[in-house]
């Protein structure tokens, strides 16, 4: 017989999950209706609602894709690319790379963009870029690159992409409801995250949005969708219209948890919930250099709520990252690829963007007799 399911209470300030509001749990634990009552149905219309909201976009194409964030970036290869097709995707960390992988696998021709994990993409690399590639189709792009910490400008690429004739595909997981993200200000084209990171909801979730010239894009296909699952004509008869058609049963409890999550950072407002976030970062970024810790990214592209940093000298990552988690409860992330061992990813995302958590980690690193300061 095995044993109940039994886990430990962690703080988490890593790069997703984060901690979660426990309004947001027990909507979880809300009993399960059918999928397509109408009392669902409506629950789907306030989220797809809350979703425009938080991506700022008036996009009728706003939805939830019922897998996590990597599934909401295939969603978005697949339904834009067809065999061929050349698109200029930017790789500065390990989502980039993700993202040409799944352009290949759609037969693609992917033309990269590269600069060294740590720094940004500059508006010079990309006008070249546009400038070489022939007939680009899009340009996909990281927001907010979690393996590195960069917060990428989007603002000033948009308008080179479009005047190439090209969409602009963004990849939006960790900047998503903690930072700004204007999807109609800034002319995006196909935006999706995940539900994870600074919306602080359970994973297995991602939202998407596409333009007006994305659906015609999609509309204009002369090649069928290659993934039954992603293809966003079928599914998109799920999520709206007044006759809805059954496409898959959708996870209904965590459509409970999404919406409840949604409601939390629409009542906290937009807005305020940045400010919480940089003001928190600030915090930590002084209590971490007090402490010997060196940030990685330059301030000037340092994301407020993934903080890549090197340890002060003669401690092991490994160690007391291990030591954190088991002594304190508390859970930061490791490097990533070529900072494997060699830095740590300290998340203050949604709900773990706290004061109490900033002072819970420093608190705990000042009382570890291994920690080197
Ligand atoms: C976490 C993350 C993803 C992948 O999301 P999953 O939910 O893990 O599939 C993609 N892009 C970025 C920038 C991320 O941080």
Redesign the pocket.
């Known amino acids: 017989m095995m044993s109940e399911l039994k886990t430990s209470k962690r703080i988490l300030m890593g790069?997703?999950p984060s901690d979660v509001h426990p309004k947001v749990l027990q909507a979880m634990a809300t009993p399960l209706i059918g999928h397509l009552d109408p009392q669902f149905v409506q629950l789907m219309d306030e989220v797809k609602q809350m979703v425009q909201q938080t991506f700022m976009t008036k996009n009728e194409l706003s939805f939830v894709v019922s897998?996590?964030?990597?599934?909401?970036?295939e969603t978005c290869f697949v339904n834009l690319l067809e065999p061929g097709d050349e698109v200029i995707i930017c790789v500065n960390?390990?989502?980039g790379g993700?993202m040409v992988a799944i352009a290949e696998r759609c037969g693609a021709i992917v033309h990269k963009v590269e600069s060294p994990w740590g720094s940004i993409i500059t508006r010079d690399q990309v006008k070249y870029a546009l400038e070489k590639c022939k007939k680009p189709k899009l340009l996909a792009i990281?927001?907010?690159?979690?393996?590195t910490g960069v917060l990428q400008p989007l603002q000033e690429i948009s308008e080179l992409v479009h005047n190439a004739g090209a969409l602009m595909v963004v990849?939006?997981?960790?900047s998503y409801c903690g930072m700004p993200l204007k999807v109609d200000e800034w002319n995006i084209d196909a935006v999706y995250t995940?539900?994870?990171?600074c919306l602080s909801a359970p994973?297995?979730l991602?939202p998407i949005s596409f333009s007006k010239a994305a659906v015609n894009v999609l509309e204009n296909r002369k090649t069928p969708v290659q993934s039954w699952f992603m293809d966003l004509n079928l599914v998109k008869d799920y999520w709206s219209g007044s006759k809805r058609a059954y496409h898959h049963t959708a996870p209904v409890s965590s459509i409970f948890a999404l919406h409840q999550a949604l409601r939390l950072v629409l009542e906290e407002g937009l807005e305020n919930r940045y400010k919480r976030h940089q003001i928190v970062h600030k915090v930590l970024v002084s209590k971490l250099e007090g402490l010997g810790f060196k940030f990685l990214v330059d301030p000037s592209y340092r994301l407020p709520n993934?903080n890549s940093v090197f340890l002060p000298e003669g401690n092991d990552e490994g160690v007391i990252r291990k030591k954190l988690l088991d002594t304190y409860n508390i859970e930061v992330g490791g490097g990533l690829g070529a900072f494997a061992g060699k830095i740590w990813r300290i998340g203050i995302m949604g709900e773990s963007c706290t004061l109490n958590h900033v002072n819970m980690l420093v608190g705990a690193l000042e009382d570890m007799k291994e920690f080197k300061h």
Request: hydrophobic letters at 30%; glycine letters at 20%; proline letters at 10%.
């Open positions: 790069p997703g897998a996590p964030g990597s599934a909401g970036m960390g390990v989502f993700r990281v927001h907010a690159e979690t393996s990849d939006a997981v960790t995940g539900t994870q990171k994973p297995g991602s993934l």
